[in-house]
């Protein structure tokens, strides 16, 4: 039986210096790009140190997913209080990063990555029905679906879209923007 490993502090200004440099490495260049030697490098520490902080490079993959998603809740949230969560939802996916296929491509043989991005795709998606639900209690709205419907709807297409745009496919964007644009200027007097 093997004593299980002691990694550094979770709340370490080196762990979250490692997190960002690693975040970045991915966002410039990919995550076959991101292994412990270059994690070092960039930030001056030995690989040893890397490893300290996190077991596993599929480790730091992680915690990227986990501090993303941490960011990306913090700004829904908060654009949510501020303006039509349907207008906010349809935006915010538009706007989303390769980063975001390069993580999903390592969920798919991973399966810590996988479950951690599920969970974190699971609590964006219950804050993003909460504020649809909000919206419409408050403006008394009453959509054709329930409000989990156009929740995943609005994500989604908006994914595909920014997704499609990535790889530089683009049939049907412009139509389905324009569609999405009229229904959501219907709510944007709310």
Not at 72 to 77: G, M, S
């Amino acid at each position: 039986m093997s004593a299980k490993r002691r990694l550094g502090a979770r709340d370490s200004e080196v762990r979250t210096r490692l997190v960002d440099a690693a975040a970045e490495i991915v966002r410039e260049e990919g995550c076959a790009a991101l292994t412990a030697g270059r994690l070092a490098k960039t930030v001056g520490l030995s690989r040893q140190s890397v490893h300290y902080y996190f077991g596993t490079i599929e480790d730091i993959f992680i915690e990227i997913l986990r501090s993303q998603a941490a960011e990306v809740k913090r700004r829904a949230l908060e654009s949510f209080a501020a303006g039509n969560p349907l207008r906010v939802i349809w935006e915010f996916r538009r706007a989303t990063s390769a980063m975001t296929s390069e993580l999903m491509a390592m969920a798919i043989r991973s399966e810590a990555i996988r479950t951690e991005m599920a969970r974190s795709m699971e609590q964006l998606a219950g804050v993003s029905v909460a504020a649809v639900e909000d919206y419409a209690r408050r403006n008394s709205v009453e959509f054709p679906v329930p409000a989990e419907v156009v929740a995943f709807v609005l994500t989604n297409m908006s994914y595909a879209i920014a997704l499609g745009r990535e790889l530089g496919a683009t049939a049907g964007h412009e139509a389905t923007i324009d569609a999405v644009e009229q229904w959501l200027a219907k709510f944007d007097r709310n």
